[in-house]
């Protein structure tokens, strides 16, 4: 064979081959020619993902203000005497929360000190004096049921007093003041403790506000005569004589109540005494008083009655006043008041009656 017959026969052969791989290829791509591999691939045990998010409450935050005032926007203080005095501050409470991490209910306890006066020494509000309620939410109103202060923690907001603060949410304090009878006028701070727990007894927090609770009691006075003293009667005299009063008014006495609270001076003025019938007087300068000590002592220092207080009014509150001895510090005390009256010649007869006026002023200063 000669060598071009055997190079035609295989390009023959090459091209014969090209085309039934043309072919082959051309029915891979009909689908019904398509390899289809199946089987079941190997399959591990399941599994279970777990976690747990635990009770938190973080830190307390308390808005606003963080004082709890109670004279804040009054000028001249709380009476003393007085029960139930709320919180003065622009807000009328306090609102205790905690910070936004804080996902449990909790419960919420309050303790407090007691108030100590500024510069009267000795002189404190127990902080029994002092009581809060709440609604244990924000939601709710003032609440029903007070609760008194200790230097303990008194629990506010717990399952056993009414409900815990829910979490998420917040808790409006009220608080109140009783003012003891005859506390000096003074401003008075104390602290208070905020506590609280996660209801499952798991984490607490505690905020201490020191100095943050202040009241100051105003500058109070009670006078009044001794009710078993009135009327003063000088009984049924002749014109021409002298006499004190008698019975059993004799003396009297202007008495400081114990709401009092400062140094206090004693001053005295009456009216004319006159006929109900006839336009008849006894004058006012008729009648002298004395604040002698005993009825040994009277009647020396006498006094005549006026019927004006003194007519320099910045004379009220000295240290003189009517006498030196007038003023005193004793709460609930008695003044002895001696009177005596003259009736002049040919005065007409009748009953005659007039008033007579007591009037209590604070000291300048200390007569101590």
Same mark, same amino acid.
């Given at each position: 064979?000669?060598?071009?017959?055997?190079?035609?026969?295989?390009?023959?052969?090459?091209? *014969?081959?090209?085309?039934?791989?043309?072919?082959?290829?051309?029915? @891979?791509?009909?689908?019904?020619?398509?390899?289809?591999? *199946?089987?079941?691939?190997?399959?591990?045990?399941?599994?279970?993902?777990?976690?747990?998010?635990?009770?938190?409450?973080?830190?307390?935050?308390?808005?606003?203000?963080?004082?709890?005032?109670?004279?804040?926007?009054? +000028?001249?203080?709380?009476?003393?005497?007085?029960?139930?005095?709320?919180?003065?501050?622009?807000?009328?409470?306090?609102?205790?929360?905690?910070?936004?991490?804080?996902?449990?209910?909790? /419960?919420?306890?309050?303790?407090?000190?007691?108030?100590?006066?500024?510069?009267?020494?000795?002189?404190?509000?127990?902080?029994?004096?002092?009581?809060?309620?709440?609604?244990?939410?924000?939601?709710?109103?003032?609440? /029903?049921?007070?609760?008194?202060?200790? *230097?303990?923690?008194?629990?506010?907001?717990?399952?056993?007093?009414?409900?815990?603060?829910?979490? #998420?949410?917040?808790?409006?304090?009220?608080?109140?003041?009783?003012?003891?009878?005859?506390?000096?006028?003074?401003? /008075?701070?104390?602290?208070?403790?905020?506590?609280?727990?996660?209801?499952?007894?798991?984490?607490?927090?505690?905020?201490?506000?020191? #100095?943050?609770?202040?009241?100051?009691?105003?500058?109070?006075?009670?006078?009044?005569?001794?009710?078993?003293?009135?009327?003063?009667?000088?009984?049924?005299?002749?014109?021409?004589?002298?006499?004190?009063?008698?019975?059993?008014?004799?003396?009297? !006495?202007?008495?400081?109540?114990?709401?009092?609270?400062?140094?206090?001076?004693?001053?005295?003025?009456?009216?004319?005494?006159?006929?109900? *019938?006839?336009?008849?007087?006894?004058?006012?300068?008729?009648?002298? /008083?004395?604040?002698?000590?005993?009825?040994?002592? @009277?009647?020396?220092?006498?006094?005549?009655?006026?019927?004006?207080?003194?007519?320099?009014?910045?004379?009220?509150?000295?240290?003189?006043?009517? @006498?030196?001895?007038?003023?005193?510090?004793?709460?609930? !005390?008695?003044? @002895?008041?001696?009177?005596?009256?003259?009736?002049?010649?040919?005065?007409?007869?009748?009953?005659?009656?007039?008033?007579?006026?007591?009037?209590?002023?604070?000291?300048?200063?200390?007569? +101590?």
């Amino acid at each position: 064979m000669y060598p071009g017959f055997h190079l035609k026969n295989s390009y023959k052969l090459l091209i *014969t081959v090209l085309l039934i791989l043309v072919f082959f290829g051309f029915l @891979w791509q009909i689908p019904e020619f398509r390899f289809v591999i *199946t089987g079941k691939m190997a399959e591990s045990a399941g599994t279970t993902g777990n976690v747990t998010v635990s009770g938190f409450i973080g830190d307390i935050n308390i808005t606003p203000p963080h004082l709890v005032n109670f004279t804040e926007e009054l +000028t001249s203080g709380r009476q003393p005497g007085t029960s139930l005095n709320p919180k003065n501050n622009t807000y009328p409470y306090l609102t205790i929360y905690l910070n936004s991490t804080s996902n449990s209910p909790f /419960y919420l306890y309050i303790n407090a000190t007691n108030l100590h006066a500024a510069s009267s020494a000795g002189y404190q509000i127990p902080v029994t004096n002092i009581s809060v309620n709440t609604s244990c939410n924000a939601t709710g109103g003032e609440p /029903y049921t007070l609760h008194r202060l200790d *230097t303990s923690l008194v629990a506010i907001c717990t399952d056993t007093v009414g409900q815990a603060v829910p979490a #998420y949410m917040s808790a409006n304090v009220y608080f109140y003041i009783d003012i003891p009878h005859g506390m000096y006028n003074d401003t /008075y701070t104390g602290n208070i403790t905020i506590w609280v727990n996660y209801t499952a007894g798991v984490g607490n927090a505690t905020w201490f506000g020191i #100095y943050n609770t202040t009241v100051t009691v105003r500058k109070y006075i009670e006078a009044t005569w001794n009710e078993t003293a009135s009327p003063i009667s000088f009984g049924t005299l002749a014109p021409g004589s002298m006499s004190n009063a008698t019975d059993e008014t004799f003396p009297t !006495s202007l008495i400081r109540g114990t709401g009092t609270n400062v140094f206090i001076d004693w001053y005295i003025n009456g009216t004319d005494l006159v006929n109900d *019938t006839y336009a008849y007087k006894i004058l006012a300068a008729n009648l002298t /008083y004395s604040n002698a000590t005993s009825y040994e002592t @009277w009647p020396a220092n006498l006094t005549t009655l006026n019927n004006t207080l003194p007519a320099d009014p910045t004379d009220w509150g000295s240290t003189s006043g009517d @006498w030196p001895n007038w003023g005193n510090r004793g709460n609930n !005390s008695d003044t @002895w008041v001696f009177f005596n009256i003259t009736i002049v010649p040919g005065q007409q007869p009748g009953l005659y009656k007039g008033n007579l006026t007591g009037r209590a002023v604070e000291l300048d200063e200390d007569p +101590t």
